[in-house]
C-alpha cells in the first residue's frame, strides 16, 4: 500500500512553489501556473530550479547543494514536480519512470466518447514547436493518454488523466485532437473561450523511493482559480488529500 507523505512545515516557501516533501534524496513541490521548471534562453532566474536551488542552499551561494531535474510540466500547467538531491537517484527515477503513476486534472470543452479510455497516438513536433500526431511510426512517439471522467456540467467535462508516457505538450495535444480542448489552452484549444488559467493540473505521483524502497504517494490540493472554474461550470471540486 502506497504511504502518503506529508506537507513540509517549513517556514520558508519559495515563491511559486509550496514544498511537500524533502529529505536528502528527493524534493517534492507543488508549482504555480506561469512558473517555468528549468531555464531557457530568455529566461534563467524565475524558474522552479533556480528556487529551489536557492531553498536546498539556504540562500547560501557559496554551498555546493545541488537539486537534478527528474521531469518537467509546462510553464502554464500548475501542480507536481519531483527533483532529485544526486546525479545517482535523478537517474535511478528517470529509468523507472514508466512505473511511475501519474495522475492529472483537465478541465474540457464538450464531453468524451465514453467514461473512460485510452487516446493512443505517434507525435511529432514540427518547426514551430507545435506537436502534433502523425501516421507514420517513423516519425512520431508512440503517446498514450489515459482518461476517466470525474464530473460534466455547462458544455464542460472534469477529467481525470493518467499519463502512460511523457512527450511534450501529450495531454493538450490528444484532448485537442479528440475535441475535447482544454479550457484556456491557447496554443492547442478555443481561442479566447474565457478561461483564467489553463486548467490542467499535475494532481499525484506514486513510485518506489529510489533510495529506501518506500512506496510514496504525493498529491495537491486543487489551484483557487481552477476551483472557481469548476465551480462556474457547476462541477464539484474532486476530494482533496487531508492535511
Not at 511529432?124 to 498514450?144: A, F, W
Not at 511523457?166 to 481561442?191: C, F, M, S, T
Request: charged share 25%; proline share 5%.
Amino acid at each position: 500500500m502506497q504511504e502518503k507523505k506529508k506537507k513540509s512545515r517549513g517556514k520558508h516557501q519559495p515563491k511559486g512553489l509550496i514544498v511537500l516533501h524533502h529529505d536528502k534524496h528527493l524534493l517534492v513541490v507543488d508549482k504555480a501556473p506561469g512558473l517555468l521548471t528549468m531555464s531557457t534562453d530568455r529566461q534563467s532566474v524565475e524558474t522552479a530550479y533556480f528556487r529551489l536551488t536557492d531553498y536546498v542552499r539556504k540562500g547560501n551561494s557559496k554551498s555546493r547543494e545541488r537539486i537534478f531535474i527528474v521531469h518537467r510540466l509546462d510553464r502554464e500547467v500548475s501542480g507536481i514536480l519531483l527533483f532529485a538531491r544526486s546525479q545517482a537517484v535523478k537517474d535511478a527515477l528517470q529509468a523507472s519512470w514508466p512505473q511511475v503513476e501519474k495522475h492529472y486534472l483537465a478541465l474540457v470543452h464538450g464531453t468524451p466518447p465514453a467514461e473512460s479510455g485510452t487516446f493512443k497516438s505517434y507525435l511529432v513536433e514540427n518547426g514551430v514547436h507545435r506537436v502534433h500526431s502523425t501516421q507514420d511510426p517513423s516519425r512520431g512517439k508512440l503517446s498514450e493518454t489515459a482518461y476517466k471522467v470525474l464530473g460534466t456540467g455547462r458544455g464542460y467535462t472534469l477529467l481525470d488523466i493518467r499519463l502512460l508516457s511523457g512527450r511534450k505538450h501529450q495531454i493538450r495535444v490528444h484532448l485537442a485532437e479528440n475535441k475535447l480542448p482544454i479550457v484556456g489552452d491557447l496554443k492547442y484549444g478555443i481561442p479566447r473561450d474565457g478561461g483564467r488559467r489553463l486548467a490542467l493540473h499535475a494532481k499525484s505521483l506514486a513510485f518506489k523511493h529510489p533510495v529506501t524502497g518506500e512506496d510514496c504517494l504525493f498529491e495537491t490540493r486543487t489551484p483557487f482559480l481552477f476551483s472557481r472554474m469548476l465551480s462556474a461550470a457547476h462541477i464539484d471540486e474532486p476530494e482533496s488529500p487531508a492535511g
